[in-house]
């Protein structure tokens, strides 16, 4: 997801007690160059090296013939490499788009395999810590750039091990999705991936969940949020979708089951049952207006990276009910039990 505009930096505002402040730098050992050998642009990431960056640092990053795709357009002075590769990533990410689940995850996997490497090669070899992205983490260390160097992982998903147990949990739950169970990482992927989190000097990410599985070497960034929006002031409610396994329509048919309107479900139905037979929907698409009308939103999935959308409403002061999963602050969301409390509340608001 590319940046809107330009990243927020400590040093162009006058600002000194807010989140972005002080400790959200990279602090690298004495001396030690640091190389930023990132993937695609979280705003939250993109603020974080602008505070960061010094002369002879090295941010890296894919790309073709420069900042192409947008999603790796990091600001100037990105070094943007492995042209050959990034245009095989993509291209293996539209062949396989429509693939399922397992298909996919085993397809991008490869293609990340082989940009990591690509990226290897660029490396500034006097670097002597690296802030690197997640997807490349495996594959760094298989081509020998982790060896004599320290480094951070800028984290964008659960490990894999925790996505495991989470979607085995929740399968054990639903039974008889074919979705919830598509995809199982290598076992020695899975361990391997383990093994470099814990040689990890820190782990980085906005994503609260991420960071409570690191409790002594988090190094937790504010989400970015849009300016607050005119309040939605809707009573309806809403699931955000997509309508598959992972992201526990289940649930959300069961805290739904008593509202006076239909329950608004956004995105692709994924599952080959009707999972929502015998409950009124009324299915939405996304755009400018997506929240008009909502008062609250059901989020219960298993995982979540970006919540983006989440971030969104709650700017709008939609109230967000999730789990911890959802990767927001504790304080933006409210927890799924109490929905049946206050949905009438919502209601209420509204009228």
Not at 179 to 201: H, M, N, S, Y
Not at 288 to 313: C, F, K, M
Not at 327 to 351: H, K, T
Request: hydrophobic share 45%.
């Amino acid at each position: 997801m590319s940046a809107p505009g330009a990243p927020r930096s400590c040093a162009s505002c006058d600002e000194t007690g807010c989140a972005m402040n002080r400790r959200h730098r990279v602090e690298a050992p004495p001396a030690a160059r640091i190389a930023y050998v990132m993937d695609e642009v979280w705003p939250e990431y993109a603020s974080m090296i602008a505070a960061s960056l010094r002369p002879g640092d090295q941010l890296l990053a894919p790309g073709l013939l420069g900042p192409r795709p947008g999603r790796y357009r990091w600001p100037a002075p990105a070094v943007h490499a492995g042209a050959l590769a990034t245009a095989r990533r993509h291209l293996v990410m539209r062949r396989v788009a429509k693939a399922s689940g397992g298909v996919r995850q085993r397809a991008y996997l490869a293609a990340d395999r082989t940009l990591a490497r690509a990226l290897a090669k660029a490396i500034d070899w006097r670097a002597g810590h690296l802030v690197l992205a997640q997807a490349w983490l495996p594959w760094l260390d298989e081509a020998g750039m982790l060896g004599g160097r320290s480094f951070d992982v800028a984290m964008s998903r659960y490990p894999f091990g925790e996505i495991h147990r989470r979607l085995d949990e929740a399968a054990a739950e639903i039974g008889g999705s074919p979705t919830i169970a598509d995809f199982r990482a290598d076992p020695d992927l899975v361990a391997r991936e383990a093994d470099l989190l814990a040689r990890a000097r820190r782990i980085v990410t906005p994503h609260h969940g991420i960071a409570a599985l690191f409790p002594q070497r988090a190094m937790r960034l504010a989400w970015h949020r849009r300016p607050a929006a005119a309040p939605a002031g809707g009573s309806r409610v809403a699931f955000l979708g997509p309508t598959i396994a992972r992201q526990r329509p289940d649930i959300a048919r069961m805290l739904a089951a008593g509202l006076d309107s239909p329950l608004i479900v956004f995105g692709d139905m994924l599952e080959p049952a009707d999972l929502w037979a015998g409950l009124p929907i009324e299915r939405r698409g996304f755009g400018p207006n997506w929240l008009d009308g909502i008062g609250a939103i059901l989020h219960p999935a298993t995982l979540t990276s970006q919540p983006r959308r989440l971030l969104e409403a709650v700017a709008a002061g939609v109230a967000v009910y999730a789990t911890p999963a959802c990767g927001l602050d504790p304080a933006n969301y409210r927890p799924l039990a109490e929905f049946g409390r206050e949905s009438a509340q919502i209601r209420a608001r509204a009228a």
